[in-house]
């Protein structure tokens, strides 16, 4: 229990320092280099949280498009974001969205990893799942099997 009330903890942390302005502008700034490295044409917020993140990334670089039904079409490369991954459930959501629009490769990065047990790319039904921020110590004996997808 007390691993689960440290990662709530964590996450709550993350969040907060996403309204400081320089931190805002330093995780737009690398999630803006993986979607380059990528070549995302499209971008979804996997949470509400993600949302401020997104909004950052759509109106710093204006080649993004939010993704819509209009635009899925056409991205064959769309990048969901989260700032925080625990299970996968909100990356896999956004990802069985994007693929219901027809998007074809769905890359998905997220800033924080939460728990040491967390989900994979296949877990979450992505292509590629990047984690940009510090893992926390991996767990040997535990296996990831969210049956997310």
């Known amino acids: 229990m007390s691993d689960l009330l440290d ?3 964590t996450a709550h942390g993350n969040i907060e320092r996403l309204a400081d302005p320089g931190a805002l502008r330093d995780a737009t700034e690398q999630v803006m280099a993986v979607a380059r490295q990528h070549g995302t044409q499209a971008i979804l917020a ?10 950052a990334l759509l109106s710093s670089y ?7 039904s209009q635009t ?3 991205s064959q490369n769309v990048l969901i974001v989260d700032v925080n991954l625990a299970s996968g459930t ?11 629009l027809g998007v074809r490769r769905v890359h998905a ?11 994979q790319a296949a877990d979450c ?25």
Not at 46 to 55: K, T
Not at 62 to 68: M, T
Not at 91 to 100: D, I, L, T
Not at 126 to 149: H, K, N, Y
């Open 7 to 9: 990662a709530v903890d």
């Open 90 to 100: 909100t990356v896999a959501q956004a990802a069985r969205h994007a693929r219901s």
């Open 62 to 68: 204006s080649e993004l498009v939010s993704l819509s």
């Open 72 to 74: 899925a079409l056409a």
């Open 125 to 149: 039904g992505v292509d590629v799942l990047d984690v940009l921020g510090e893992r926390p110590p991996a767990c040997p004996s535990s296996t990831t099997d969210s049956g997310l997808w």
């Open 46 to 55: 996997a949470s509400p949280v993600a949302e401020r993140l997104v909004g």
């Open 109 to 119: 990065v997220v800033l924080h990893q939460l728990t040491s047990v967390a989900a």
